[in-house]
């Protein structure tokens, strides 16, 4: 006999980092992981929630600070900044800088190029 129960659904690979980001910046200000798991409808565990943040704070994303007894988190950027961050992570894991930055460029559209060349001309 089969079980025909609906398993909950697997979230995707970054997901529920993104879910707590998106509630850090929410926030006016530092929040608890309680507020934080609360925020998010309080399906996830407080140890989940917990979890997550933890693994944020050693990729960069978020800071922390004594708060009593517990911590109080807070973004570490805004999405921009993040993205860049997880950019410069994968650029800094390849072996030959100048191939990955070159195919990255050449690969960009007319739109995006542009606006790279801008940026870069500011830098002067």
């Known amino acids: 006999m089969t079980d025909h129960r609906q398993r909950p659904r697997r979230r995707g690979r970054g997901e ?3 879910l707590v980001l998106s509630a850090l910046r929410e926030a006016d200000r530092p929040a ?11 399906d996830l565990a407080y140890t989940t929630v917990i979890t997550i943040l933890t693994r944020l704070l050693a990729k960069g994303a978020v800071t922390r600070e004594r708060g009593g007894r517990s911590f ?3 973004p570490a950027s805004d999405e921009a900044g993040l993205a860049a961050l997880r950019m410069r992570r994968v650029l800094d894991a390849e072996r030959d800088r100048a191939a990955v930055l070159a195919s990255f460029v050449t690969g960009l559209g007319p739109d995006d190029e542009r606006l790279l ?3 870069l001309g500011r830098q002067d």
Do not use: S
Request: proline share 0%; no cysteine; hydrophobic share 50%.
């Open 72 to 74: 109080a988190w807070l």
């Open 32 to 42: 608890t992981a309680g507020w934080v798991q609360e925020r998010l409808g309080g």
């Open 16 to 18: 529920l980092e993104a």
């Open 117 to 119: 060349r801008e940026l």
